[in-house]
């Protein structure tokens, strides 16, 4: 009998490196995975690693996972690389980095960027997008870099996402996905491809078309695995890499949202809510719709910047006992926190959160600060807890219905993604706030999933992504809203919440102006 091909897809995130071993029905046969450092922060505000150190982490899951499954290397046909978005690496003309990788949790910024001609300024002025340019300008990692570290731009020969570096490791061809152009870059998101050359972003950015990787679709060929990465990873040289994209459009593909009446609902570091669409469609007016994991396909997509790292400040400032108690029973402190939530009503008796912990462009503002409301004696840490799950979920309520007026497609069913949603307690309040059932994938490794899913169509062993997608996702459980507390919630939500960042908003400006906080470039 003739064994089954595998797929190995690799994922690089914020928090782990994993590689992974998918048959073409979408199971996951075999897993490895690191835990790894995400940044070291020499200042405040700084977030940069090693990138030898992501490469290292990656070989080292590779090299445990055919530790642990000798028998199953010789059934890959292909790999294919997801990574976090937005995080960037400077190599030289020997394609060597320059400088430890700059992490898309970094915050500095610049004041000093290139002007814009004035034939191309006037436009933005007149469409309102003054401060939306502005700051695209001071947070380009391109722009601070050139001007804090002038000698070592200049020796920048490429100018690479983490995904461009790792598949450059991978082949040794400096080639990128398109779905993975995610950051700070002169791309055009509605043609899949670099802006052209009489593109404002051009004048606006420090970088060079040459310094930037050549870039192919989502399911294309970037190359073969090189020897130096054969050995390296364990990973057989001139096995085909497949282009994938970044973690979220792998996520949101993995999940099986691939029309816009499905919404994909990311509770991760980011918490995301994103619908796939064929048209281009912005989340918010001037705010593209980033490449999906699928060629020619889009994914609208609303964003809570800090999202379920929100959880792990939890842990951190008011959740020690569990954290020693997890310590000691061997598993994640998150698992005990499920109680805190069986410990407190729907609603949390009035406590409401606004998880915006760290400003935005438009929506919420620059002056954005999060906000926590109707405390009373009894309140306790069971119900801040409560708080701040709920208060994610109103902040992608509020994404979800606002992409449904612009995809003009209502949302019927969730497909929810991310450490949050292993929690049934979790999944059961998003369902009630929502309004709608939540619906967890078979497997937790959505991201790995959508690379696998490029990586089948690539390698012919479903014909379409349609097919694909059908056959390799599928639902885990589902959770059906309640009523009795979905009422509850729809009450808070359009009473308490949807009016709170406008009330607050004048303070949160008062505040910065007093404090200089968020700074000003």
């Given at each position: 009998?003739?064994?089954?091909?595998?797929?190995?897809?690799?994922?690089?995130?914020?928090?782990?490196?994993?590689?992974?071993?998918?048959?073409?029905?979408?199971?996951?046969?075999?897993?490895?995975?690191?835990?790894?450092?995400?940044?070291?922060?020499?200042?405040?505000?700084?977030?940069?690693?090693?990138?030898?150190?992501?490469?290292?982490?990656?070989?080292?899951?590779?090299?445990?996972?055919?530790?642990?499954?000798?028998?199953?290397?010789?059934?890959?046909?292909?790999?294919?690389?997801?990574?976090?978005?937005?995080?960037?690496?400077?190599?030289?003309?020997?394609?060597?980095?320059?400088?430890?990788?700059?992490?898309?949790?970094?915050?500095?910024?610049?004041?000093?960027?290139?002007?814009?001609?004035?034939?191309?300024?006037?436009?933005?002025?007149?469409?309102?997008?003054?401060?939306?340019?502005?700051?695209?300008?001071?947070?380009?990692?391109?722009?601070?870099?050139?001007?804090?570290?002038?000698?070592?731009?200049?020796?920048?020969?490429?100018?690479?996402?983490?995904?461009?570096?790792?598949?450059?490791?991978?082949?040794?061809?400096?080639?990128?996905?398109t779905a993975s152009q995610?950051?700070?870059l002169p791309y055009d998101?509605?043609?899949?491809?670099?802006?052209?050359?009489?593109?404002?972003?051009?004048?606006?950015?420090?970088?060079?078309?040459?310094?930037?990787?050549?870039?192919?679709?989502?399911?294309?060929?970037?190359?073969?695995?090189?020897?130096?990465?054969?050995?390296?990873?364990?990973?057989?040289?001139?096995?085909?890499?497949?282009?994938?994209?970044?973690?979220?459009?792998?996520?949101?593909?993995?999940?099986?949202?691939?029309?816009?009446?499905?919404?994909?609902?990311?509770?991760?570091?980011?918490?995301?809510?994103?619908?796939?669409?064929?048209?281009?469609?912005?989340?918010?007016?001037?705010?593209?719709?980033?490449?999906?994991?699928?060629?020619?396909?889009?994914?609208?997509?609303?964003?809570?910047?800090?999202?379920?790292?929100?959880?792990?400040?939890?842990?951190?400032?008011?959740?020690?006992?569990?954290?020693?108690?997890?310590?000691?029973?061997?598993?994640?402190?998150?698992?005990?926190?499920?109680?805190?939530?069986?410990?407190?009503?729907?609603?949390?008796?009035?406590?409401?959160?606004?998880?915006?912990?760290?400003?935005?462009?438009?929506?919420?503002?620059?002056?954005?600060?999060?906000?926590?409301?109707?405390?009373?004696?009894?309140?306790?840490?069971?119900?801040?807890?409560?708080?701040?799950?709920?208060?994610?979920?109103?902040?992608?309520?509020?994404?979800?219905?606002?992409?449904?007026?612009?995809?003009?497609?209502?949302?019927?069913?969730?497909?929810?993604?991310?450490?949050?949603?292993?929690?049934?307690?979790?999944?059961?309040?998003?369902?009630?706030?929502?309004?709608?059932?939540?619906?967890?994938?078979?497997?937790?490794?959505?991201?790995?999933?959508?690379?696998?899913?490029?990586?089948?169509?690539?390698?012919?062993?479903?014909?379409?992504?349609?097919?694909?997608?059908?056959?390799?996702?599928?639902?885990?459980?589902?959770?059906?809203?309640?009523?009795?507390?979905?009422?509850?919630?729809?009450?808070?939500?359009?009473?308490?919440?949807?009016?709170?960042?406008?009330?607050?908003?004048?303070?949160?400006?008062?505040?910065?102006?007093?404090?200089?906080?968020?700074r000003r470039f």
């Amino acid at each position: 009998m003739t064994e089954t091909p595998l797929l190995l897809a690799l994922d690089q995130g914020t928090q782990s490196a994993r590689a992974m071993l998918f048959d073409a029905q979408g199971e996951l046969v075999a897993k490895s995975q690191r835990h790894i450092e995400p940044y070291v922060s020499a200042q405040p505000g700084w977030a940069e690693q090693d990138a030898n150190y992501f490469w290292e982490e990656l070989g080292q899951a590779c090299q445990a996972l055919w530790s642990a499954h000798p028998d199953l290397k010789s059934r890959v046909v292909a790999v294919s690389l997801t990574t976090q978005r937005a995080s960037v690496v400077c190599l030289d003309r020997t394609r060597r980095p320059l400088r430890p990788a700059v992490i898309w949790l970094d915050q500095r910024r610049t004041a000093d960027y290139p002007d814009l001609p004035w034939w191309m300024a006037a436009p933005v002025n007149l469409l309102g997008q003054k401060e939306t340019l502005r700051q695209f300008r001071s947070k380009a990692e391109c722009n601070w870099l050139a001007v804090d570290e002038p000698e070592m731009w200049a020796k920048t020969r490429h100018f690479l996402l983490l995904s461009g570096y790792l598949n450059y490791r991978l082949t040794g061809e400096v080639k990128d996905c398109t779905a993975s152009q995610v950051g700070y870059l002169p791309y055009d998101y509605k043609r899949h491809q670099w802006a052209a050359a009489h593109d404002f972003k051009w004048k606006a950015l420090q970088v060079t078309r040459e310094q930037l990787p050549e870039l192919v679709s989502p399911g294309e060929i970037l190359g073969e695995v090189t020897a130096a990465a054969s050995r390296h990873t364990g990973i057989p040289k001139g096995l085909p890499v497949v282009a994938s994209g970044a973690d979220k459009a792998c996520e949101v593909l993995g999940a099986g949202a691939f029309s816009p009446e499905v919404g994909n609902l990311s509770y991760g570091t980011t918490a995301t809510f994103n619908t796939c669409n064929a048209r281009f469609v912005e989340p918010i007016p001037f705010v593209p719709a980033y490449g999906a994991a699928v060629p020619g396909r889009y994914n609208s997509e609303i964003i809570v910047q800090r999202g379920y790292w929100m959880v792990n400040w939890f842990k951190r400032e008011f959740a020690q006992p569990e954290v020693a108690q997890a310590d000691a029973l061997g598993v994640a402190p998150e698992t005990l926190f499920d109680a805190f939530l069986d410990e407190s009503p729907p609603g949390a008796m009035g406590l409401m959160l606004q998880p915006f912990w760290n400003p935005g462009v438009r929506i919420p503002g620059p002056e954005a600060k999060g906000a926590i409301i109707g405390f009373g004696d009894v309140h306790t840490r069971a119900h801040l807890y409560r708080a701040i799950i709920e208060g994610i979920a109103y902040a992608l309520r509020e994404g979800k219905e606002r992409l449904e007026k612009r995809n003009k497609v209502p949302v019927t069913t969730l497909k929810v993604s991310g450490g949050g949603s292993q929690s049934d307690a979790i999944m059961q309040i998003t369902a009630d706030i929502f309004g709608l059932p939540a619906e967890r994938p078979h497997t937790t490794e959505t991201s790995g999933l959508g690379a696998a899913i490029n990586a089948a169509v690539a390698m012919k062993l479903h014909p379409d992504y349609a097919t694909a997608v059908a056959a390799m996702t599928r639902t885990g459980d589902r959770f059906e809203p309640r009523a009795e507390y979905a009422g509850i919630y729809d009450a808070l939500y359009g009473q308490v919440y949807r009016r709170l960042y406008d009330r607050l908003s004048p303070l949160y400006r008062s505040i910065r102006q007093i404090t200089g906080y968020p700074r000003r470039f």
